[in-house]
């Protein structure tokens, strides 16, 4: 009876949300998993994307490629680009004028930024350690949610993020994260970059246990041939389907298949 009332967000994907009780649970914090080009960022950006069409305002950190090259990817893909409203952030200096704007907006925004509009508030500070690059995200972060009612969250990547920032205490500074995600409510995606081992789905694993869910993309080999693969690892609240599915992008829609135990194979 419980769950009815929890709103949730889709993940757009077809075959995935029916198995997902609808949705993700509005305000978990997600780790999006998987090995490199296994399209963790694709996955993310389509359900911000979606969502912002819907008329949510959503915040996507690109750590790891720029603004350009995202978006590049994503047109790539076919995305209409030109349905939203998206606000590249180049220098976060401009946060403030971007909240106004955002929340004088009457459709749903997509707001954009990357590693170089974050440098260029930290005058001085080269890559590496030196710079708390943590702290300029927390801030840039909490100004949008605050001042311009911001409902989603993507960080890409965690990964990058701990090569930008030299940890002392990883699993206090991570819990960290998680609670200031957690206190501004906002449905979060981070992505982790596994390594090709597979043998842990986030760095330190503290991830794994604060994150609300985790959905895990695969690359799986079998006869030289290499199928797109995902499963819900946990989803809290939620009854969910833990099988691996076929994960499949089509028609500018994605899809979850089930092929039972032997998996498909195109
Ligand atoms: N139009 C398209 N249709 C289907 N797949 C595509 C299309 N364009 C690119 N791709 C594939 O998408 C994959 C990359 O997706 P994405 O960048 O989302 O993955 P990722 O897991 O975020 O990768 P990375 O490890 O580089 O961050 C590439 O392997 C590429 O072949
Ligand atoms: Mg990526």
Not at 173 to 183: G, N, P, T, W
Not at 233 to 241: E, F, G, I, L, P
Request: net charge positive; with cysteine.
């Amino acid at each position: 009876m419980e769950n009815e009332k929890v709103k949730r967000i889709k993940t757009y994907i077809k075959g995935l949300d029916e198995n997902l009780q609808g949705g993700i649970p509005e305000g978990h914090i997600v780790l999006v998993c998987g090995s490199a080009g296994t399209m963790k960022s694709s996955v993310s950006f389509n359900i911000l994307y979606n969502e912002v069409l819907n008329g949510k305002t959503a915040i996507y950190i690109t750590l790891e490629q720029s603004c350009a090259s995202l978006l590049k990817h994503m047109e790539n893909m076919q995305f209409d680009l030109s349905k939203i409203n998206i606000e590249v952030l180049s220098d976060i200096s401009g946060t403030n004028g971007i909240a106004k704007k955002v929340k004088l907006s009457k459709t749903g925004t997509l707001i954009i930024s990357d590693l170089g509009a974050i440098r260029k508030k930290m005058k001085n500070v080269k890559f590496g350690a030196s710079g708390d690059w943590l702290g300029a995200i927390k801030n840039l972060v909490g100004k949008l949610k605050l001042e311009s009612k911001c409902d989603l969250f993507a960080l890409d990547s965690l990964a990058a993020l701990y090569v930008l920032s030299d940890f002392e205490k990883p699993r206090a500074k991570i819990f960290h994260i998680f609670e200031f995600l957690r206190d501004l409510k906002l449905t979060s995606f981070i992505l982790s970059e596994m390594p090709l081992d597979q043998s842990t789905y986030s760095k330190y694993e503290v991830e794994d246990f604060l994150a609300d869910g985790i959905l895990y993309l695969q690359l799986a080999k079998r006869y030289r041939k290499v199928t797109r693969e995902i499963s819900i690892v946990k989803m809290r609240a939620t009854d969910c389907n833990t099988n691996i599915f076929s994960l499949v992008y089509k028609n500018k829609n994605f899809q979850a298949i089930y092929g039972g135990k032997t998996p498909l194979i195109e």
